[in-house]
């Protein structure tokens, strides 16, 4: 059984940064395809970012700098780095992650079998 568990979260002013992590473990073979969604207040989940299993990233609009993903392979940790946040970046946040999802369809929360319980990001001033 693969279990996800987010780390990061929190409450930062406009402008400010906060670093997310999620940890896969409880699986065996090849690694995992990972990506991380938004859920604002009200709104569907949304896909923010994603890495696959041999490290191509993929983004949800315009980066601007302001969104990395990276992952620590070793220990099937994926982190997103949020820079410059803004109020509409806030939201709860989920790690996902499959064994096998589409290139050009890893935004659909669909392709997704394993999920993380959320970590809460909000932005305030």
């Known amino acids: 059984q693969v279990v996800l568990v987010e780390s990061g979260g929190g409450s930062v002013q406009p402008g400010g940064s906060l670093r997310l992590s999620c940890e896969a473990t409880g699986f065996t073979g090849s690694s995992l395809c990972m990506a991380w969604f938004r859920q604002p207040p009200g709104k569907r989940r949304e896909g923010v970012a994603a890495?696959?299993?041999?490290?191509?990233?993929s983004y949800a609009g315009p980066r601007s700098g302001r969104l990395t993903v990276s992952r620590e392979h070793a220990k099937n940790i994926l982190h997103l780095q949020m820079n410059n946040l803004q109020p509409e970046d806030t939201g709860m946040y989920y790690c996902?992650?499959?064994?096998?999802?589409?290139?050009?369809?890893?935004?659909?929360?669909?392709?997704?079998?394993?999920w993380g319980q959320g970590t809460q990001v909000t932005v305030s001033s």
């Open positions: 890495m696959s299993s041999d490290g191509r990233t």
């Open positions: 996902a992650a499959s064994a096998f999802v589409g290139v050009s369809t890893w935004y659909r929360d669909t392709e997704y079998n394993y």
